[in-house]
């Protein structure tokens, strides 16, 4: 008979579990994205995947000769994650430089899964960002599945502010940009898609909301005060809530379980760092967008708020 | 629905109430009986009688072997055949006195009918002195004898008396079932505490899955003349009968780290208990049974009971009365399947506190492959106490001891939650509680010096 | 040339002028006054930190040792007999010998012998293991095979052995720092004087269970039964609670208890040759006869 310590019975709940509703979440704004962006995106997805998924198996087995780890599902999600952070036009071999940054410097270096600093899909691609600007802003919208001519080309609606300023901008965000925003990375066509996935987490109790609803709330009133302060030189709140990842970032890329605090205070203050330093970029960096860089400075801070932030202790003060 | 329970963490394992339909069945005795002198919380009891000695239903046959401990009664009638160390559920030794059953014969001066007795003794001094000489301890599972918690220490005064029915295990239904066909005695043996307590307020908390306990309370109240008793649905949520989580919820305070529950004036006490109280005091009759419920997920539907068993039966005699180990059983447990502890050694002998056989299959309690701790926080989300179970870990594999009691380590109380949660299948409590005995040790030690 | 360049080089040289003079000075006055045998003493040790000798490192023994009037209570078990002459020509003390001492693992209920009655599934710790029950076969003394000996061991001298479940003592790597001794929660390792070229003689169980209940549970379990005290002719041997026990310092390593051990649980190690059963027996046998022959004559006279 087995012998073991209490408890006897376990949550039918499992990392594998886990990462698979992850999936599951990603798979309306995946879906979307093959709809709009065609053959071009579902090749740059299995590329993605599947380097992500060989290259930590391979790691596994011929670097550090442990079992290996992709049976928890893992490497898919940042698969999926990289390929919904690129543009639609990145060349392939791109796509596989990017995956070989995620997967073994930004998660394999650090012990695998559970270990790393950085959330590994952010760090690909903004290694690719830095070294490839020109894939990485080449905002061609190639031949979809969905007639798109309504779409722009060369460049995203946070890449036109200057263009155009500030007021010009504003008007282009609209209602239908919540569900169908082209220009941008292949992952944010839609709004409505990536929000439908978020609820699926929540509703399974795979993540909770704080994390996600801080940076929206941060977001949406830095916008506010500078835009009413002066609307010819800051867009407005919605206008940045809808452009530039902010949704896919906080949705899927903040929550990610290792690279974010552990407690429901410290994941507040986390998403308002990401806010924060997501429109101080926006307003006064040199980069259009900034969402990545956001989520990685403050990936850093995530020690420091784990020490400093804790649950209430029962019978404590 | 009812909202009222703890504030912070818990988990919501599936109930599975399973034998929830089926009356107490009585055991028939078996030819020979061990009793345990380690059947309470404390020191173990001392062995009054000799190999050979002729001894009859509820006569005492040891007495306390400390301040913490409780007298032990012949669970039948027949002759002592030895006294000697024998193999508990963990397989560990632990002195038993071996009685060859002879038959039933009762001693003198115990109420064997079943009329209830609902006049409550004036003296609160008499009620002590008979809980105490019968032998009752706490049923709910830590077995602390229950004289000494009823008697708080002085300067300390209790204000509300919380009659534990919530149940919160799984599986478990021999709380249920006594609640509902001994739902008087239960009562009167809650009047009866709240006598010895000074006329406190007195709650009985249920869990809300168990809604024909509660009716068949409510009744059973209107029906008697005691003041001060009422019935309070509780939300289903375990551990939402662990002592500390009980007092959250009936009472909103907190129990401080290393502090007794009568220091917020509460005194928990099992409904079980109350009964034994009930048959202490109103009957006489010591506490030499017990309900336990054999069940379990691989136990077809007409094979699951709810048993009247004496102290002393060997678990496998209830086993084989019970029709043996089912197919499939590939753990057996003792308690429920979140607090029980494994049966290493079903040849060990039930004990006051035995309140179930329960078979769980391979598929349902064999423990996932352990890998990388994700950092998803679902232990610290759980722990009813507001730790953190993956730092504890981490600190107790480095083995940094200040750490751990900064981190409030002994203030865990073992339920379980951190490890049913975790998706990485890390042995956390294992580890934890480890962690506890070490740090209690410092603790202890460095009080000593002071 | 070009002032920037000037100033550049004048400001960094200027800082770090200033910033040298800001580190002599300090560490001018915070400079701690040490014996200098101290730091003597810890260059001769071997530097492990493994706490074999009861002090917190090799700077807390030799701090201590300085301090102390003698050696009585100082040994490094790690460098042995070697090191501590190197330590007790430096502080000018006696030298205070000791024999070398070895880990010695007192349970040989391997996989084969005891059968299996249950199968754990918790966490891979001897201590978490022991906490719970008794273990996973009928003998509530033995192994539990965990290993967290192995894991107490900072010489890598013990391992698991797959085939018995039991761990095995490299004596070559092995120092005597007594880790394992505190990690076994069933007390099952010993240090034992390492022997006369490595030879010695131990019970290698802890069963103290009465002898049909320790035989059931493991068929290499010492059963009590007292054969070896009767056998040894050295007074080495004593019975205690069902189970034998060797003084190192008397046993004369003869192997006669070793050969008559009805279920094997005395070991020899490291002797040259083979036990040599049935000669031991008839030496003993023969003895046996000439004493209850001398007896008889004594009663004849």
């Known amino acids: 008979m087995i012998v073991s310590p209490n408890p006897h019975i376990h949550a039918s709940v499992s990392t594998r579990s886990l990462m698979l509703d992850v999936i599951i979440a990603l798979c309306p704004a995946v879906i979307v994205s093959f709809l709009y962006y065609g053959l071009s995106e579902i090749a740059i997805m299995a590329v993605s995947v599947a380097s992500c998924v060989v290259l930590e198996w391979a790691i596994t087995k011929y670097m550090l000769k442990r079992p290996s780890t992709t049976g928890d599902l893992s490497a898919i999600v940042t698969g999926i994650l990289l390929a919904m952070n690129l543009p639609p036009t990145c060349p392939l071999w791109v796509v596989f430089i990017g995956a070989l940054v995620a997967i073994a410097v930004a998660k394999m270096t650090f012990g695998g899964i559970g270990q790393n600093i950085f959330n590994p899909a952010i760090t690909g691609r903004v290694f690719l960002l830095v070294s490839f600007p020109t894939f990485m802003t080449d905002w061609t919208v190639p031949a979809g599945f969905i007639s798109n001519v309504d779409a722009f080309s060369g460049a995203t609606l946070l890449g036109q502010v200057p263009v155009l300023g500030a007021l010009e901008a504003d008007k282009l965000v609209g209602l239908q940009t919540f569900f169908r925003n082209i220009g941008g ?133 | 629905m009812s909202k009222i329970t703890f504030a912070i963490g818990g988990v919501h394992p599936d109930d599975a109430k399973l034998s929830r339909g089926c009356a107490i069945e009585v055991l028939p005795l078996p030819e020979t009986l061990y009793v345990s002198m380690a059947q309470h919380l404390g020191a173990p009891a001392k062995p009054i009688v000799a190999v050979g000695d002729k001894v009859r239903t509820g006569q005492v046959i040891a007495e306390p072997g400390g301040f913490i401990s409780a007298f032990v009664h012949s669970p039948a009638s027949g002759t002592v055949k030895s006294i000697s160390p024998r193999k508990d559920l963990a397989g560990n030794n632990v002195t038993h006195i071996e009685i060859a059953v002879e038959g039933d014969e009762w001693v003198d001066g115990v109420d064997l009918s079943n009329t209830l007795v609902t006049d409550i003794p004036d003296d609160r001094q008499f009620i002590l002195d008979r809980i105490k000489a019968c032998g009752v301890v706490g049923l709910g599972g830590a077995t602390f004898p229950t004289h000494v918690k009823l008697n708080p220490a002085p300067g300390s005064k209790a204000e509300c008396l919380i009659l534990n029915g919530a149940e919160c295990e799984p599986y478990l239904t021999s709380d249920f079932r006594i609640m509902l066909e001994r739902t008087k005695e239960i009562i009167v043996g809650a009047a009866l505490m709240q006598k010895v307590l000074g006329d406190v307020r007195t709650v009985i908390g249920i869990e809300e899955n168990k809604p024909e306990a509660i009716e068949a309370m409510r009744k059973a109240l209107a029906e008697l003349p005691y003041k001060g008793i009422e019935v309070l649905p509780l939300k289903k949520k375990y551990p939402q009968g662990g002592e500390k989580q009980l007092i959250q919820a009936v009472m909103h305070r907190e129990v401080a780290s290393g502090g007794l529950p009568i220091s917020v004036g509460a005194v928990v006490q099992n409904v079980a208990t109350s009964l034994a109280v009930y048959e202490a005091v109103q009957k006489n009759k010591p506490l030499i049974t017990n309900v336990l419920t054999v069940t379990g997920n691989c136990l077809p539907t007409e094979r699951q009971h709810n048993y009247l068993f004496r102290i002393g039966m060997p678990l496998s005699y209830i086993i084989s009365v019970a029709g043996g180990v089912p197919e499939g059983a590939a753990k057996l447990v003792s308690g429920g399947p979140m607090m029980g502890r494994a049966i290493a050694n079903p040849d060990a002998a039930t004990v006051k506190g035995s309140s179930s056989i329960l078979y769980l299959s391979e598929s349902s309690t064999r423990r996932g492959t352990e890998s990388m701790c994700i950092r998803c926080g679902r232990c610290a989300q759980a722990c009813p106490m507001g730790l953190e179970p993956f730092l504890l870990r981490r600190l107790y594999a480095a083995g940094d001891l200040a750490a751990l009691e900064a981190n409030a380590v002994q203030d865990c109380i ?37 | 040339m070009n002032p920037i360049l000037i100033w550049t080089v004048v400001i960094l040289a200027g800082l770090g002028l200033v910033l040298a003079l800001v580190l002599f000075f300090i560490a001018e006055r915070f400079k701690v006054e040490e014996d200098p045998r101290i730091e003597q003493i810890e260059k001769t040790l071997p530097g492990a930190n493994c706490g074999g000798c009861g002090y917190a490192g090799c700077h807390a023994f030799a701090d201590s040792a300085v301090k102390a009037s003698d050696l009585s209570a100082h040994f490094c078990p790690v460098g042995g007999n070697d090191v501590m002459k190197k330590v007790s020509a430096i502080l000018g003390y006696a030298m205070v010998e000791k024999a070398p001492q070895i880990a010695v693992v007192r349970c040989n209920g391997t996989c084969a012998v005891r059968p299996r009655i249950n199968d754990y599934d918790g966490a891979e710790s001897c201590r978490v293991k022991a906490a719970l029950y008794s273990g996973d076969t009928g003998c509530a003394f033995g192994c539990l095979g965990c290993g967290d000996c192995v894991r107490a061991c900072e010489f890598g001298a013990l391992s698991m052995d797959p085939a018995t479940g039991l761990p095995v003592v490299d004596q070559e790597k092995c120092v005597a720092c007594g880790k394992c001794v505190k990690a076994c929660p069933k007390t099952l390792i010993e240090l034992r004087a390492k022997g006369p070229r490595g030879m010695r003689e131990f019970v290698s169980c802890r069963n103290t269970d009465k002898g049909p209940a320790a035989k059931k549970a493991c068929a290499n379990a010492c059963i009590g039964c007292g054969i070896c005290v009767k056998t040894c002719t050295h007074d080495a041997i004593t019975l205690e609670n069902n189970l034998a026990y060797i003084d190192f310092a008397k046993c004369k390593l003869c192997r006669e208890c070793e050969a008559m051990c009805p279920t094997g649980a005395i070991h020899g190690v490291n002797f040259p040759k083979p036990l040599d059963k049935a000669g031991i027996k008839e030496r003993i046998a023969k003895r046996n006869a000439q004493a209850v022959a001398d007896k008889k004559e004594v009663n004849n006279e």
């Open chain 2, 414 to 450: 073992e339920c379980g939650c951190c490890l049913y949660s975790c998706p990485a299948y890390i042995p956390l409590l294992d580890h934890i509680r480890q962690a506890k005995v070490q740090v209690m040790g410092v603790i202890r030690a460095r009080n000593a010096k002071k």
């Open chain 1, 185 to 317: 990375s292949a992952g944010e066509i839609s709004a409505l898609a990536l929000l439908v996935g978020w609820v699926y987490l929540l509703v399974r109790k795979v993540i909770k909301p704080w994390i996600t609803l801080s940076i929206f709330a941060t977001v949406a009133v830095i916008a506010a005060v500078f835009h009413l302060c002066d609307p010819a030189q800051f867009t407005g709140p919605l206008f940045n809530l809808l452009t530039g990842g902010v949704i896919l970032g906080a949705c899927f890329m903040a929550t990610d379980y290792v690279t974010s605090p552990m407690s429901t205070w410290g994941g507040v203050i986390y998403g308002f760092g990401i806010g924060f330093i997501v429109m101080m970029i926006r307003y006064f960096g040199s980069y259009p967008e900034g969402m990545s860089f956001a989520i990685l400075l403050m990936n850093m801070a995530v020690p420091l708020i784990d020490m400093k932030f804790h649950q209430r202790k029962y019978g404590r003060k």
